[in-house]
């Protein structure tokens, strides 16, 4: 076994040092995303939004009524985070053949058709 020669203050200073270029790589990466319309997988919801990934793995937020688990919506991204995206619904596709009725806020219910719209 080899003995370690350095300092806990240059470890610390090392591992900084990469934490800060991989903040600044990954802010970067998703910043290209900025506008763009995304294929996102609805997963579950986190804090009040649903979170989905994107074919690319791209952790996505959005804010919508009803119940998106298991549907995979097109998001425009509107606001690039570091560590993950968030945007506005602007479509999506029904996760099976058969038409699927939501309650919505107000109580009512939305139809959801094979056409991909929401009704």
Request: hydrophobic share 30%; no cysteine; aromatic share 8%.
């Amino acid at each position: 076994r080899w003995e370690d020669e350095v300092p806990w203050s240059e470890k610390r200073r090392r591992h900084q040092a990469i934490e800060e270029l991989q903040t600044r790589i990954s802010a970067e990466l998703n910043e290209r995303y900025q506008d763009t319309i995304l294929e996102v997988l609805v997963d579950g919801k986190q804090r009040g939004r649903w979170r989905g990934r994107s074919r690319g793995n791209t952790l996505v937020f959005f804010d919508a009524p009803g119940n998106w688990i298991g549907e995979t919506v097109q998001v425009r991204i509107t606001e690039p985070k570091t560590w993950y995206l968030l945007g506005e619904i602007e479509s999506f596709e029904a996760s099976t053949q058969q038409s699927r009725t939501t309650a919505v806020p107000d109580g009512s219910h939305a139809t959801r058709e094979d056409g991909g719209h929401r009704v």
